[in-house]
């Protein structure tokens, strides 16, 4: 496994992205440019990377590439396809986004999203991505959430099947699925579930965690790892499973000292657990 995180990238230069990801131990991190960065700027990172050891784990593509508006379907379509042929060039192991939302806002819900339809034009549209650039390092994978397909590992596993293309693989957040008590206070089977099920496709992970209130009707937050109740001895311990590279990458977080502390969080559950985090400084 490999831990990973955003750090400082004010100055934009390779060799002080590298120092920033050392200072923080992270053998893993997400390519901090966007496919429209200067070319030698994004061949110098991904250079970089390769020469320090660290393992890129993803490049972000976050858009809605099902909006209902033809134009911003259109936008998102083309951007994806750019940020997956930045995967490509960096060999990045994926190239991250959701499926998006027939709701105006790109990540929202919508009485549609879980609709035979709506499935079908994510299979349409995720084809189109992945047939523009025909990846061969990288993949293009879409993260699970609570209200658009993939809503379950199940679901994902039939998206799979229908999108039939080698360049389409897995990005695993079970944060994002946790949005029952069932799946809160059995959150444990779900992630073994997701492993079963996903394993021999995921490239690529994020770490949060997930906290129940007694609000009413059903209150869920993302929190820090460490602040909810994410099964993070289980988490690892799938992990550790897979191919030692696996990222883990700490994401949603306000500041640099709260990624220290759930740093400090998953590298202590690890250690109970008997399990380390690989990266090119040293074992952590």
Request: glycine share 6%; net charge negative.
């Amino acid at each position: 496994m490999r831990l990973g995180g955003p750090v400082d990238h004010e100055r934009g230069d390779a060799e002080s992205w590298i120092a920033a990801l050392k200072a923080h131990n992270y053998g893993a991190a997400g390519f901090p440019l966007p496919h429209d960065a200067p070319p030698e700027q994004i061949q110098a990172h991904a250079v970089a990377a390769r020469a320090a050891g660290v393992v890129i784990a993803e490049v972000g593509a976050w858009s809605n590439p099902i909006a209902g508006d033809d134009g911003e379907r259109r936008t998102a379509i083309a951007f994806c396809q750019a940020q997956l042929a930045l995967a490509e060039e960096v060999e990045a192991r994926c190239c991250v986004n959701i499926a998006g939302s027939r709701n105006a806002r790109w990540d929202g819900p919508h009485p549609d999203n879980l609709s035979t339809d709506t499935f079908a034009l994510i299979v349409d549209t995720t084809r189109q991505i992945i047939d523009a650039v025909k990846p061969q390092r990288t993949v293009y994978s879409l993260e699970m959430m609570p209200w658009i397909f993939p809503d379950s590992p199940e679901s994902y596993l039939d998206l799979i099947a229908a999108i039939d293309r080698r360049g389409f693989g897995v990005h695993l957040d079970p944060v994002n699925i946790v949005n029952s008590p069932g799946r809160y206070f059995r959150n444990g089977e779900l992630i073994r579930e997701c492993f079963r099920l996903l394993g021999p496709h995921l490239r690529s992970c994020h770490a949060k965690d997930t906290l129940m209130s007694s609000t009413l009707t059903t209150h869920i937050d993302e929190v820090r790892p460490g602040l909810g109740a994410l099964d993070y001895a289980v988490f690892l311990r799938e992990a550790s499973r897979l191919d030692a590279d696996l990222p883990i990458i700490l994401e949603h977080l306000p500041d640099a000292a709260e990624y220290d502390l759930a740093a400090v969080h998953l590298r202590s559950v690890a250690e109970s657990e008997g399990l380390t985090f690989d990266s090119p400084w040293s074992s952590a």
